[in-house]
């Protein structure tokens, strides 16, 4: 992946920090940025959901440097940001089902560690920190497409904890004049995804069942619909807001802008597996949204954000992908 660079900077001179780098879309963006030549990619992750196998290819690389720390520790935080220009923060925990069962522990990662990495970048004097939001903040708001200014009351104790994230960031450019950018994300899909465990996404899980020619669940008639990104998309997104100076806090929807029903989802799949397979469709999980579907104006405006991938495309790639592992 990657042929084509989503930059414009000489990224020879350039520090970078990607907090949750051996994580799926973390290690992605550590990918893009060893490939094209950055000066220090240094990842900070205590591996609770990311892999070290995602990070393996990259440890003979002179540029990468790890850190095996966890957020919630402002001093690893510290250590972390120095001497760093710019700032990737994808750590979290994920998975609405997981923040029902166990909110305690999802706030004290995803808001008590959003805080700290916050504020250790702040006193650190960065200038350039991205940081992964979440399409999961748009609640209730039943209007379809998503914009930005338009949110509803949140359905899951994981999006409270993405809300909050932005809260904290409005009010750090407000107080302290330091500038962020948050990137809402849609459904984020690709290469190193993990296909299995209590929380795993859809695609992956219905790949790897197609593979297997196994029954999926379905939860609800199939009718859910989701704005299914790819992650080179998502990459491309990350590299183009960490090289932009923003004068405000600003949050911006990373999707391609076409919604695709989980029944459609699975037909796809299937028919890259040369399979045809009827689901088992169950009663619809508590705190899921209905439908999803991003506007992405804003982030084509400001960071000129340009989704290459689309979903059949990427369910091509993601497939031959698993297939090899």
């Given amino acids: 992946m990657y042929t084509t660079p989503y930059h414009t900077r000489d990224l020879s001179n350039i520090s970078f920090l990607i907090t949750g780098g051996a994580g799926f879309i973390g290690s992605n963006i550590v990918e893009y940025l060893l490939k094209y030549g950055a000066k220090k990619v240094r990842v900070l992750d205590n591996f609770s959901t990311g892999y070290k196998k995602n990070i393996k290819p990259f440890l003979a690389n002179p540029a990468f440097e790890l850190i095996e720390g966890d957020i919630r520790d402002i001093e690893v935080c510290r250590h972390a940001v120095n001497g760093i220009d710019c700032v990737s923060h994808q750590a979290a925990l994920g998975s609405v089902p997981r923040s029902i069962n166990d ?46 200014d338009k949110i509803g009351n949140p359905l899951s104790p994981y999006a409270v904890t993405k809300y909050v994230n932005e809260l904290y960031a409005s009010v750090f450019s407000r107080t302290y004049n330091f500038h962020t950018i948050g990137l809402r994300y849609f459904n984020v899909f690709g290469p190193r995804q993990n296909p299995s465990g209590a929380y795993a996404a859809v695609i992956p899980l219905f790949i790897n069942a197609a593979a297997k020619k196994e029954i999926v669940t379905i939860n609800g008639d199939g009718q859910t619909s989701r704005d299914f990104t790819f992650i080179e998309n998502v990459v491309q997104a990350n590299i183009k807001a960490l090289l932009i100076e923003p004068k405000n806090h600003e949050v911006i929807n990373i999707a391609v802008g076409e919604r695709t029903t989980l029944n459609q989802l699975w037909k796809y799949i299937c028919n890259l597996n040369n399979v045809d397979i009827e689901p088992n469709y169950q009663q619809e999980r508590r705190g899921d949204v209905k439908h999803s579907l991003a506007n992405i104006q804003k982030a084509e405006s400001l960071i000129n954000y340009k989704p290459q991938i689309s979903i059949k495309k990427g369910l091509e790639i993601s497939v031959v992908w698993y297939a090899q592992q």
């Fill in 103 to 148: 909110p305690v522990t999802t706030n004290d990662v995803n808001i008590s560690g959003f805080l700290n990495i916050l504020l250790a970048s702040k006193d650190e004097g960065i200038k350039y920190f991205v940081y992964a939001a979440s399409s999961s903040t748009y609640g209730d708001h039943p209007s379809l497409p998503k914009v930005e």
